[in-house]
T-cell receptor, first 117, second 114 residues
């Protein structure tokens, strides 16, 4: 089954304790992205990756890191989490526009709810 | 810069009633437009998309949306709402160039009452 898998689904941590949220897709998608969802703000892009070893900042990258060492995985790293990073996080993937005529929606994982105390 | 406005944060409708969720976008070129639905505890699922051609697009679960360039709108409609449609709905626009950034609206939460 084609899917984007995030782990963990729920995570409670303390300020300053490094954590990693994993994301894996089995659709051979080149494009992957991380979003955070906050009430009244919708989804905001944190980082994205167009391909292996190619990553770039989205709209709200501060406090986050990512890596893309292989096509299927795109982990989100919080080196020193703070309470303002308490949020619902989504990973998404899709094929690049160049591969098919714009017929490529984002596929989302089920989300990771992070609480930083 | 592209932007998406969903003016209704919450909407309540009775089961069986018709539904229209509003979406307005701001984008210089022909937009690629999407509607996604998020059920509680789930990720976002694509309902429908518009890229070109017929301005009335059909999606899953009986939803449709109409692209109106003159009004910069892409409203989502359903003739008869079911209780299972209670969810949050997001409109999104994708840039056609660059890295194809997707901008989401803030979402509309739909409540369905019996």
């Amino acid at each position: 089954e084609a899917q984007v898998t995030q782990n963990p689904r729920y995570l409670i941590t303390v300020t300053g304790k490094k954590l990693t949220v994993t994301c894996s897709q089995n659709m051979n998608h080149e494009y992957m992205s991380w979003y955070r969802q906050d009430p009244g703000l919708g989804l905001r892009q944190i980082y994205y990756s167009m391909n292996v070893e190619v990553t770039d900042k989205g709209d709200v990258p501060e406090g986050y890191k990512v890596s893309r060492k292989e096509k299927r995985n795109f982990p989100l790293i919080l080196e020193s989490p703070s309470p303002n990073q308490t949020s619902l996080y989504f990973c998404a993937s899709r094929t690049p526009l160049k591969d098919r005529a714009a017929n490529s929606p984002l596929h989302f994982g089920n989300g990771t709810r992070l609480t930083v105390t | 810069a592209q932007s998406v406005t969903q003016p209704d944060i919450h909407i309540t409708v009775s089961e069986g009633a018709s539904l229209e969720l509003r979406c307005n976008y701001s984008y210089g070129a022909t937009p690629y437009l999407f509607w996604y639905v998020q059920s509680p505890g789930q990720g976002l699922q694509l309902l429908l998309k518009y890229f070109s051609g017929d301005t009335l697009v059909q999606g899953i679960k009986g939803f449709e949306a109409e692209f109106k360039r003159s009004q910069s709108s892409f409203n989502l409609r359903k003739p008869s709402v079911h209780w299972s449609d209670a969810a949050e709905y997001f409109c999104a626009v994708r840039h056609s160039g660059g890295y194809q950034k997707v901008t989401f609206g803030i979402g509309t939460k739909l409540q369905v009452i019996p």
